[in-house]
């Protein structure tokens, strides 16, 4: 059956943040559809009003700012490459302009086209890597732009281990702790409480198989939650974020004290150090799993 267009223009989307997610990773300040915080889209949406139609999802957001606004950084949609460095004007470029010979690194900055695009240190190399990937340019195969992707995420999104499963391999690795629960024993207001902060990209229809509680009155609204398709997290004073378990590498999952990291991404637990471990094992498992599954298809 042949796809509509809105289909072929949402996998494209999703195609869009599957290579940005792998090569960028998730730490940083970079966001991703569908978790990107109003109040950031909002804001680098505005700082490129003149250049960026209303109508253009933006997939793909890092915000360059010490404060948070957003208003200085990078942005990524279907059509373009947009930009901001501090103390110039913004910039932008569609992706069929781009050459990829004009694609370089440099110490703090990608260079595009003959302009800087100013990075944090730990971005340049994954940044540069995306904008090849995205141009046509990566390992010198000649192709349109992210065409490779032969709609990758149609697999990554499909990936469901059994909630059952997810809940057995759970409750055995990270075992009955305080401040984290299964599935169906999960007190309803901390569920409720979760799913609300995590609303952006969990579907009501989505079971939840655990949910570890980070907070300190037990409101659950920050921590992690575990499903049959995803890990969902936000930490204190950070936007809800989650990543399909297709779509993370097992071997960027590791602890540090009562940190967990994930793909780039540093996520806090409790006090307990013994706990973010116990988390990591768990999480390559379910990754592992996923993994097998998506082969196995």
């Given at each position: 059956?042949?796809?509509?267009?809105?289909?072929?223009?949402?996998?494209?989307?999703?195609?869009?943040?599957?290579?940005?997610?792998?090569?960028?990773?998730?730490?940083?300040?970079?966001?991703?559809?569908?978790?990107?915080?109003?109040?950031?889209?909002?804001?680098?949406?505005?700082?490129?009003?003149?250049?960026?139609?209303?109508?253009?999802?933006?997939?793909?957001?890092?915000?360059?700012?010490?404060?948070?606004?957003?208003?200085?950084?990078?942005?990524?949609?279907?059509?373009?490459?947009?930009?901001?460095?501090?103390?110039?004007?913004?910039?932008?470029?569609?992706?069929?302009?781009?050459?990829?010979?004009?694609?370089?690194?440099d110490v703090?900055?990608?260079?595009?086209?003959?302009?800087?695009?100013?990075?944090?240190?730990?971005?340049?190399?994954?940044?540069?890597?995306?904008?090849?990937?995205?141009?046509?340019?990566?390992?010198?195969?000649?192709?349109?732009?992210?065409?490779?992707?032969?709609?990758?995420?149609?697999?990554?999104?499909?990936?469901?281990?059994?909630?059952?499963?997810?809940i057995t391999?759970?409750?055995?690795?990270?075992?009955?702790?305080?401040?984290?629960?299964?599935?169906?024993?999960?007190?309803?207001?901390?569920?409720?409480?979760?799913?609300?902060?995590?609303?952006?990209?969990?579907?009501?229809?989505?079971?939840?198989?655990?949910?570890?509680?980070?907070?300190?009155?037990?409101?659950?609204?920050?921590?992690?939650?575990?499903?049959?398709?995803?890990?969902?997290?936000?930490?204190?004073?950070?936007?809800?974020?989650q990543l399909?378990?297709?779509?993370?590498?097992?071997?960027?999952?590791?602890?540090?004290?009562?940190?967990?990291?994930?793909?780039?991404?540093?996520?806090?637990?409790?006090?307990?150090?013994?706990?973010?471990?116990?988390?990591?094992?768990?999480?390559?498992?379910?990754?592992?799993?996923?993994?097998?599954?998506?082969?196995?298809?």
């Amino acid at each position: 059956m042949a796809r509509s267009s809105e289909q072929a223009r949402e996998d494209d989307q999703r195609d869009v943040v599957v290579l940005a997610r792998r090569h960028i990773g998730m730490g940083s300040r970079v966001f991703y559809a569908p978790s990107i915080p109003r109040e950031i889209e909002q804001s680098a949406r505005f700082a490129h009003d003149l250049h960026l139609p209303d109508d253009e999802a933006i997939l793909v957001v890092h915000d360059g700012t010490v404060f948070g606004s957003a208003e200085e950084g990078f942005v990524v949609t279907r059509q373009r490459l947009c930009w901001k460095n501090p103390w110039e004007s913004p910039r932008q470029i569609a992706w069929c302009d781009v050459d990829p010979e004009t694609i370089a690194r440099d110490v703090g900055k990608v260079m595009i086209a003959g302009r800087d695009v100013a990075l944090s240190g730990e971005l340049v190399l994954g940044v540069s890597r995306f904008l090849l990937a995205m141009t046509g340019g990566e390992r010198g195969r000649e192709r349109g732009p992210y065409r490779d992707m032969k709609h990758e995420s149609d697999a990554i999104d499909a990936v469901t281990l059994p909630v059952e499963r997810v809940i057995t391999l759970a409750r055995s690795i990270v075992g009955e702790v305080p401040r984290v629960f299964y599935a169906p024993a999960i007190p309803e207001a901390k569920l409720e409480r979760a799913r609300a902060a995590h609303a952006a990209h969990l579907g009501d229809d989505e079971p939840v198989a655990m949910l570890h509680d980070a907070t300190f009155f037990g409101n659950a609204e920050e921590g992690l939650v575990l499903t049959s398709r995803r890990l969902c997290w936000k930490t204190l004073g950070e936007p809800a974020t989650q990543l399909p378990w297709g779509g993370i590498d097992a071997e960027t999952i590791s602890a540090s004290g009562s940190y967990l990291e994930v793909m780039g991404a540093e996520l806090k637990l409790s006090s307990r150090g013994d706990l973010s471990g116990a988390v990591a094992v768990l999480l390559r498992r379910i990754v592992e799993e996923a993994s097998a599954l998506a082969r196995g298809r």
